[in-house]
């Protein structure tokens, strides 16, 4: 292949990924900002602000009708501010906008001086009333904090309503995530129709010939959230199972990290193996022989407002 061919490839998989985002859904805030008699105000200049941003300020001017809609914003605290000549300028701030979720955040300006500011600081809504998927968001915090045995997707979907697993070791036991996945399944759909991706773009079992996978293994200590859409699939989804998407952590304009890490074994563990079993003649039950997982992330900036990693 030409070094063009070889170019051309790459960029092919780079862009990839960011055109599954906005299918499967990403982040957003809209709404409609008028005056205080009522009337939509246009060509109104609507910023977004936010640490989790790297450009720092996403912003939109509303339409004729006094709409605006920021779209493929990152998951984060944000900051909204209106601004148009002749009006007082209003910011709202301090709410916490979640992954695959659109925040409504409507606007009433007055007619006012151009020094003056007016702040609101509120919650972002608590429901997406612009879409129509049933979805969960699992932040890094709850990821964390569910007595988990692995870390891995399958391993938290099971804890949302309506998901049931084919057996007792098909989440978090065998040491395979992505068959794990495979083996639970929402509200009578077929375990084999669940997806799972990575911000977006799909990774699933890669044939490695011969007809064996090759699994990928997610560091979950790069995971921001994990996004389960239960129903309601758009057009893009061409399976009726689980949608599960990783969103990575990025990095930030500071150095930071995390490690974690778990152990057991069988002699940590307890059992109901009483006398009277024994004497029935159970010789034992089903314990974990041995089990230790960890996870180590950090991320930090290479060049400051430019480009972050996290790895």
């Known amino acids: 292949m030409s070094q063009a061919g070889i170019a051309g490839a790459v960029m092919c998989v780079l862009l990839m990924p960011a055109r599954a ?13 008028k005056d205080t008699t009522g009337a939509v105000l246009p060509g109104v200049t609507v910023e977004a602000s936010s640490p989790a941003l790297i450009e720092k300020v996403r912003s939109i001017v509303t339409d004729a009708e006094g709409v605006y809609r920021i779209i493929e914003l990152r998951p984060g605290t944000y900051t909204v501010t209106f601004t148009l000549a ?5 910011k709202r701030e301090g709410f916490e906008l979640p992954a695959a979720f659109t925040a409504t955040v409507n606007a009433e300006l007055k007619v006012g001086g151009l020094e003056e500011t007016v702040t609101v600081s509120s919650a972002a809504p608590l429901v997406d009333t612009r879409a129509f998927q ?14 988990a045995v692995q870390r891995a997707p399958a391993a938290y979907a099971v804890f949302l309503p309506g998901v049931v697993k084919d057996e007792a070791t098909s989440t978090g036991t065998s040491g395979e995530p992505n068959r794990d996945l495979r083996r639970i399944s929402i509200r009578g759909a077929s375990a084999n129709d669940n997806v799972e991706t990575l ?4 990774y699933p079992m890669l044939n490695a010939g011969g007809g064996f996978p090759t699994q990928y293994y997610f560091n979950m200590g790069n995971s921001q959230e994990v996004v389960v859409d239960t129903s309601g699939l758009g057009i893009e989804s061409q399976l009726s199972g689980m949608v599960t998407n990783i969103v990575p952590k990025e990095g930030g304009n500071t150095y930071h990290g995390d490690f974690i890490a778990a152990y057991s074994s069988k002699s940590l563990s307890q059992d109901n193996l009483t006398q009277a079993l024994k004497d029935g003649g159970l010789k034992d039950v089903n314990r974990p022989k041995k089990f230790w997982d960890y996870n180590a992330s950090w991320g930090g900036p290479l ?9």
């Not at 906005?22 to 900002?33: E, K, P, Y």
């Not at 002749?86 to 209003?90: P, R, V």
């Open 21 to 33: 985002s906005a299918q499967l859904g990403s982040s957003g805030i809209a709404g409609i900002v």
């Open 303 to 311: 060049r400051k407002d430019k480009l972050w990693f996290w790895n």
């Open 86 to 90: 002749g009006f007082s300028t209003l």
């Open 134 to 147: 049933q979805r969960r968001v699992l932040t890094a915090e709850t990821t964390e904090a569910l007595p």
């Open 199 to 202: 911000d977006g773009a799909k």
